[in-house]
């Protein structure tokens, strides 16, 4: 029975029922340790049966059905649909195992908030505070915020972000009771992580160019390490989606052509769509039978070459000759 099955065994028979294709997605999305302990229990899995399997798919369904409801409009509301759809015993079976395990985000309250009226209420608040309280909020609603915030502490609040790495349930507890909400039902007793340098990336990407740049410039004086890996992770090459067709082609003009190769040789079928219709017809030409001439290529090569790219974009960026088109609030002239 699958009652019987730890997490970790049960995580297996999933990844097992789900096959090997979808099973690698899910594993660029773990640690790894996660990986190396789900590939031991996999190896040791002998034989599964139909009915246990089963039952693990049911009971995954069951939970990623309840922290979408969750999401949607909190554990009660989860609780009420999940009645409805699973039977009162059964949905209260589900939201016990979903809060105890994979424990609901705090701060519930908070997301549901509009940004203007939390930004008075915290915005005097410590820097750390405010960083705890923004890695929680989407990214529309933080860089709203951070935006926001006076030059000094947007630079302090961005760094604390990207610093962040575990933080005690205690100190979630108390952030919680200062804003006169009362969550701790929803916060078990392991450490949650939150924030980090893809957190701060997220919300600088959304935040208006003027926002950014001061934080840019700011964290490159006085963190330039982390400056440089926040910078490397602002503008992927699949990025380039998002310019127009002049834009690109101004890029293009920077760009070598053998590296361009290179940098395709790695990139899907879209990316490699919009860069050929932007090239003349002789050149797109060419630069595909270098691709093919070329054989594979080491995959290091091929996102040293796409950096390349994406540095002459931020660039041409910084020098305003092409727009990344963002969605904090910079101004559009017609």
């Known amino acids: 029975m699958a009652d019987e099955l730890t997490g970790v065994q049960k995580a297996a028979v999933l990844l097992i029922a789900l096959g ?25 899995t ?4 139909t009915a246990v399997k089963d039952q693990v798919l049911d009971e995954f369904y069951e939970v990623c059905l309840a922290q979408q409801y969750i999401a949607e409009g909190g554990v009660g509301y989860a609780t009420d649909l999940l009645q409805k759809a699973l039977g009162e015993e059964k949905a209260r079976e589900v939201i016990s195992k979903l809060t105890a395990s994979l424990q609901v985000r705090p701060f519930e309250f908070v997301r549901k908030t509009d940004a203007s009226q939390l ?42 972000i990207a610093q962040m790495d575990r933080t005690s349930p205690d100190v979630i507890k108390e952030v919680e009771r200062v804003l006169e909400q009362k969550l701790a039902s ?30 840019m410039e700011t964290l490159e004086i006085e963190e330039p390490e982390l400056a440089d890996e926040i910078r490397r992770k602002m503008f992927v090459f699949e990025d380039i989606l998002s310019l127009d067709d002049k834009s690109i082609q101004r890029v293009l003009r920077e760009v070598d052509n053998n590296e361009l190769a290179v940098a395709l040789k790695g990139s899907n079928e879209e990316v490699q769509g919009v860069i050929f219709n932007n ?56």
Do not use: C, W
Request: zero cysteines.
């Open 119 to 160: 930004l008075n209420f915290i915005q005097d608040e410590h820097p750390q505070t405010i960083a705890l309280i923004l890695s929680y909020l989407s990214s529309s609603q933080a860089s709203q915020i951070i935006s926001a915030l006076t030059p000094d502490k947007q630079t302090d609040v961005a760094k604390r």
């Open 279 to 334: 090239l003349s017809k002789r050149l797109a030409t060419m630069i595909k039978e270098d691709m093919d001439f070329m054989g594979p290529v080491r995959l290091k090569d091929v996102e040293e070459a796409q950096q390349k790219i994406v540095n002459i974009i931020r660039k041409l960026e910084d020098s305003a000759e092409i727009v990344i088109s963002r969605g904090g609030g910079d101004e559009i002239i017609v």
């Open 46 to 49: 002998r034989s599964v049966s």
């Open 186 to 215: 929803l916060v078990n007793q392991d450490y949650t992580i939150v924030g980090g340098v893809d957190s701060i990336v997220e919300i600088l990407n959304t935040v208006d160019r003027g926002t950014e740049k001061h934080i």
């Open 20 to 44: 090997p294709e979808k099973s690698a997605n899910v594993f660029k999305h773990l640690k790894e340790d996660e990986i190396e302990t789900l590939t031991l229990e996999i190896a040791n």
